[in-house]
T-cell receptor, first 113, second 114 residues
């Protein structure tokens, strides 16, 4: 059983829809991340939250909007997405100290139609 | 800037054969190195990590990796693969800023022939 849980596992949405991805970590970590994994591309780090503050935003379009209400929960709000946004979205968490590894959830497979 | 190269996009080996997956990195300071595995439709699971000390590190599922500073490499090995090892493998490099600055390679897809 993973310490990082993502819901839903699969999501199909139209380009005009608004939806949210949810991530919850049960590991007591203080940093959480959103990654995008597209076919034939390396993992792309989208957002980093440390101690509930956004510390990194890697030039992600504004149609992706993260929210971190507390250290255990992370959301990714989606609106007016494009078909090229279809991908596996992975959430991860870490303790944030030097040398620590990231623990990943199972991902949400997003298809934009 | 730090970077990771996995030269092999796809590797096929027979069950029971030995395996080596290559990883080369570029990093300006002491690197922290990781190997992750991803089964189809799943997230990434940590296989092993190197921070310091013994350059040969043991991981889960019978995997090991060797850090070679002179070659900027961190290759993953397994003496005898099992069909369940079929997956995608990712090498990653980080530093003292920890997981917040992890950079991943493009991954190597491993296929196992029966």
């Amino acid at each position: 059983e993973t310490g990082v849980t993502q819901t839903p596992r699969h999501l199909v949405m139209g380009m005009t829809n608004k939806k949210s991805l949810k991530c919850e970590q049960h590991l007591g970590h203080n940093a959480m991340y959103w990654y995008k994994q597209s076919a034939k591309k390396p993992l792309e780090l989208m957002f980093v939250y440390s101690l509930e503050e956004r510390v990194e935003n890697n030039s992600v379009p504004s149609r992706f909007s993260p929210e971190c209400p507390n250290s255990s929960h992370l959301f990714l709000h989606l609106h007016t997405l494009q078909p090229e946004d279809s991908a596996l979205y992975l959430c991860a968490s870490s303790q944030g100290a030097s040398g620590t590894e990231a623990f990943f959830g199972q991902g949400t497979r997003l298809t934009v139609v | 800037a730090q970077s990771v190269t996995q030269p092999d996009i796809h590797i096929t080996v027979s069950e029971g054969a030995s395996l080596e997956l290559r990883c080369n990195y570029s990093y300006g300071a002491t690197p922290y190195l990781f190997w992750y595995v991803q089964s189809p439709g799943q997230g990434l699971q940590l296989l092993l990590k190197y921070f310091s000390g013994d350059t040969l590190v043991q991981g889960i599922k019978g995997f090991e990796a060797e850090f070679k500073r002179s070659q900027s490499s961190f290759n993953l090995r397994k003496p005898s693969v099992h069909w369940s090892d079929a997956a995608e493998y990712f090498c990653a490099v980080g530093g003292i800023q920890g997981a917040q600055k992890l950079v991943f390679g493009q991954g190597t897809r491993l296929t196992i022939n029966p």
